[in-house]
């Protein structure tokens, strides 16, 4: 049985599992409630982030790579065009983005806005973060100007992975996404396997709600 560890960046991973159909458990992670209370975790992952898998001999942590260990170990999947596509290019290249160009630097926006101790909430090194996730997001607007999703007229693990930063970036980076940007994330969320998703990771889903239902009593949408 594939156990994911930890939802945050783990929701890629259960989200990924649920379009391909594959069985698996969520063992979850309490961050907030301290990582060194978990010794089963930490001997998973010494260094104490989320999400890690197990599957039989394989423990692993990184989400991207995750995503890729299951497309080549359980694939062929739609979710992954082949290397002599042409969209493997663009497909590889938004799978990394996702975390590399933006979830990555988002990190850094989001525990300096909400965890930092008020005196070091405005700091050069997160307003640089955003200065990266900014730029970064200007690939995914000019791609989202030319096709559907990421690598193409198809959806693919790509989006999993650059619709998780979006959501994030939106949920804890007080980020305000443009109309073409929310109009692929609502595309992309609107498919069962992401709904599924939510109803497995169910940290994440209650941190969804109560976002929106903030946001909605400040006058928002
Ligand atoms: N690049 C890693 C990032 C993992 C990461 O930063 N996870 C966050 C939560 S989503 C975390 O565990 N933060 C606590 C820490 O880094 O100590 C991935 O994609 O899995």
Not at 174 to 186: I, R
Request: charged share 25%; glycine share 8%.
């Amino acid at each position: 049985m594939i156990t994911v560890f930890g939802e945050g960046r783990g929701f890629r991973v259960v989200w990924l599992l649920e379009e391909m159909g594959l069985p698996y458990q969520l063992r979850p992670v309490d961050l907030l409630a301290g990582v060194e209370n978990d010794p089963e975790y930490l001997a998973i992952n010494p260094a104490g982030f989320i999400p890690a898998l197990r599957d039989g001999d394989v423990t692993m942590v990184e989400s991207i790579a995750i995503m890729e260990y299951l497309i080549s170990r359980y694939g062929p999947t739609p979710l992954a065009p082949p290397p002599d596509e042409p969209t493997f290019g663009l497909y590889q290249q938004f799978l990394h983005l996702g975390e590399a160009g933006l979830a990555c630097p988002m990190y850094f926006v989001v525990v300096s806005r909400n965890l930092a101790p008020e005196a070091e909430r405005q700091n050069w090194g997160a307003r640089k973060a955003l200065e990266v996730f900014n730029s970064r997001l200007r690939l995914v607007k000019r791609q989202l100007a030319r096709s559907p999703y990421l690598a193409g007229n198809e959806f693919t693990a790509a989006d999993i992975s650059v619709t998780y930063a979006l959501e994030f970036a939106q949920r804890a980076g007080g980020v305000d996404l443009g109309t073409a940007e929310q109009a692929y994330v609502d595309r992309t969320t609107a498919r069962e396997a992401y709904k599924r998703a939510m109803d497995v990771c169910k940290g994440t889903k209650a941190w969804a709600e109560q976002v929106a239902a903030s946001r909605k009593s400040r006058g928002g949408v």
